[in-house]
């Protein structure tokens, strides 16, 4: 339902615990263009508005068990209808008291008993329409945003390969300490320019539920040793052990090697850079013939699991470690920037693959981040 329904006849849910005032209305609607699916509890309201994503929420405030506040808190809780209008639904004329609290928390309107169906019909108009222009911005602010992002790539890796060749020349003994010091530096920074770039790029496209995989089966040793072999001159700048426990004859998987490096690259990185000088970096591979996802997803799966010996997460900290820009606490406690996006990516990349990704971390002692693939069909031996 939702936006898809622009020419359609906009669906209200109406929620109320009295079924003579819904029938009521239902009657009083039936020959105006506009569909009525009723709930009878703020307990059905909620499952009902997950499952139908209806145009607009009629919610009363006076129910039993849950009231209309706690309904409304719970439907904006939840990403799901979080963003459906809703119209309180008040038996008393202008009560300032539960107006407020109901804006508080979230409603986009009143309506007072008895309802006027012309009125409630032009209301729910008024607020499709809202949240279709809404929805709009939204998506112009994220296309500007993409165009403008990616016509900066051109330019940035302009700059950074002419550096480079600047770099490579002959010539460059020639010049002082400090104009090759400058040169290196202007490198370093359209890198990380370019970094940036790109992963914003892949964000905006995998969030546009396109993670576009190449799949091919796949030794899982060789993705993990690609990722190490590019991390060993770091790891040995920062003075840090690489272990490496790869169970015997893993199966082959068939997923896209490029895109699990990338995520692994950001995991192992991550490890890197939040492990202190003379710390372990631990990267194991194994097969688990019947994992079980919390989700109930089961079968045979491939665990890949990277733990460090760094500075841990907050345990408060740690559900948002996937929040696209986010950057915790201990991001502070290090020198190297970052842009809080690794994370976000890896997670699309994992979904994408139908998998799951997890974290465990303990303040002090380290971060275990595991990454579970199920093997399903894509299993070779
Ligand atoms: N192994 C780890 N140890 C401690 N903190 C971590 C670890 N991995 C991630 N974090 C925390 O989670 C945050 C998000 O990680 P994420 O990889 O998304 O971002 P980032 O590494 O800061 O930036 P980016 O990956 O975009 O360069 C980090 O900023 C850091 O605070
Ligand atoms: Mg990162």
Redesign the pocket.
């Known amino acids: 339902m939702g936006e898809e329904n622009e020419n359609l006849n906009p669906t209200i849910l109406v929620v109320d615990d009295t079924q003579d005032n819904l029938d009521l209305l239902e009657f009083a609607l039936r020959r105006k263009p506009i569909r009525m699916l009723r709930a009878a509890s703020g307990f059905e309201c909620l499952d009902i508005a997950r499952e139908q994503n209806p145009d607009v929420i009629l919610l009363d405030i006076q129910m039993p068990g849950m009231d209309g506040f706690e309904t409304l808190k719970r439907l904006r809780e939840d990403e799901l209808t979080a963003k459906i209008p809703v119209i309180l639904l008040t038996a008393q004329k202008k009560d300032p008291v539960s107006i407020e609290k109901g804006l508080q928390l979230g409603a986009d309107l009143y309506l007072t008993k008895p309802i006027d169906t012309e009125e409630l019909l032009v209301r729910t108009r008024m607020l499709i329409r809202i949240r279709r222009a809404e929805a709009e911005l939204v998506r112009i602010k994220a296309d500007f945003m993409a165009m403008l992002v990616h016509d900066m790539r051109n330019p940035i890796l302009i700059i950074k390969s002419f550096l480079e060749l600047l770099l490579e020349d002959e010539n460059m003994k020639f010049l002082s300490d400090d104009l090759k010091m400058i040169a290196g530096s202007a490198l370093n920074s359209s890198s990380t320019m370019l ?2 770039i790109n ?1 914003i790029l892949d964000l905006s496209k995998y969030e546009s539920g396109n993670v576009p995989l190449q799949k091919l089966p796949q030794q899982i040793v060789n993705v993990v040793n690609d990722v190490l072999q590019q991390m060993v001159i770091q790891c040995r700048q920062k003075n840090i052990t690489i272990k490496k426990h790869i169970a015997q004859n893993l199966p082959q998987v068939i997923i896209d090697g490029a895109k699990m490096e990338q995520a692994l690259m ?2 192992v ?3 890197l ?3 202190p000088e003379g710390g372990t970096i631990t990267v194991s591979a194994g097969f688990s013939e019947d994992a079980v996802l919390e989700d109930g997803a089961a079968g045979p799966m491939i665990q890949i699991a990277v733990s ?1 010996s ?4 907050p345990k408060e ?1 740690l559900p948002h ?2 929040d696209r820009y ?6 502070g406690l290090i020198r190297q ?8 990516i ?1 997670k699309l990349i994992i979904d994408a693959h139908e998998g799951k990704i997890k ?1 465990t ?1 303990e303040v002090g002692k ?2 275990t ?1 595991r990454i579970l693939i199920p093997l399903g069909k894509a299993l070779v031996h």
């Open positions: 970094n940036l992963d950001n995991i990185g991550n490890a850079k939040f492990t460090d760094g500075v841990g997460i900290e470690v996937f986010k950057q915790l606490s201990t991001a920037k970052g842009t809080g996006l690794g994370l976000a890896c974290i971390s380290g971060t981040v």
